[in-house]
């Protein structure tokens, strides 16, 4: 099973600051590797298949890179409504599929 | 709009099964995988499976085998997730999700849209 790792684990920012997650494999998953957002209450969202490819409506503030084992979801000027949780999840060697333990950006 | 909602909370206690419903709306049900992951309360996310609802044929993670049934009914473009035997760590919400895609691209184990998500508690 891949393990998926993502630090740090709380990202504590201001409003339009950027914010850098990261997530690591413990294995190469290539670049089958996505993103999700997830809000209190609420499900969570895809915002980036694929490693770079941003989800349909996702503002293009949001960005994703990487491969192999490294990869990054970088915020470049946080929103008030950013704030939230964020997953990755891959599909390069399942099953299972699997996400990582999440990173949570709040308000500094 | 493409949708799928999900049945409301359940109440179970230990050893028994619960039986949670995903209704599909706005698109071909048949054309797209239905994928089941649970969220604990406080915890992240956990892959529970998938069913084709075409072929009917199911993948599920290995913590959940001999658990957890898979079905649909295409005649109410609906998904079920059963798991029996519940235990007080079951306790979690339930969410299906839809295969996602983007134009003429569709991946089959990226999730999106999501349910609205289902509470299942397990207490005596």
């Known amino acids: 099973e891949i393990v998926l790792t993502q630090s740090p684990a709380t990202l504590s920012l201001s409003p339009g600051e950027r914010a850098t997650l990261s997530c690591r494999a413990s294995q190469s998953v290539s670049s089958y590797l996505a993103w999700y957002q997830q809000k209190p209450g609420q499900a969570p969202r895809l915002l980036i298949y694929n490693a770079s490819n941003r989800a349909t409506g996702i503002p293009a503030r949001f960005s994703g890179s990487g491969s192999g084992t490294d990869f990054t979801l970088t915020i470049s000027s946080l929103e008030p409504e950013d704030f939230a949780v964020y997953y990755c999840?891959?599909?390069?060697?399942?099953?299972?599929?699997?996400f990582g333990p999440g990173t949570k950006v709040e308000i500094k | 709009q493409v949708q799928v909602v999900q049945s409301g909370a359940e109440v179970k206690k230990p050893g028994d099964s619960v039986k949670v419903s995903c209704k599909a709306s706005g698109y071909t049900f048949i054309d797209y995988y239905i994928h089941w992951v649970r969220q604990a309360p406080g915890q992240g996310l956990e892959w529970m499976g998938r069913i084709n609802p075409n072929s009917g044929g199911t993948n599920y993670a290995q913590k959940f085998l001999g658990r957890v049934t898979m079905t649909r009914d295409t005649s109410i473009s609906t998904a079920y997730m059963e798991l029996s035997r519940l235990r007080s760590d079951d306790t979690a919400v339930y969410y299906c999700a839809r295969s996602f895609c983007s134009g003429t691209s569709c991946f089959e184990n990226w999730f999106d849209p999501w349910g609205q998500g289902t509470l299942v508690t397990v207490s005596s």
């Open positions: 999840q891959q599909r390069g060697n399942w099953p299972p599929l699997t």
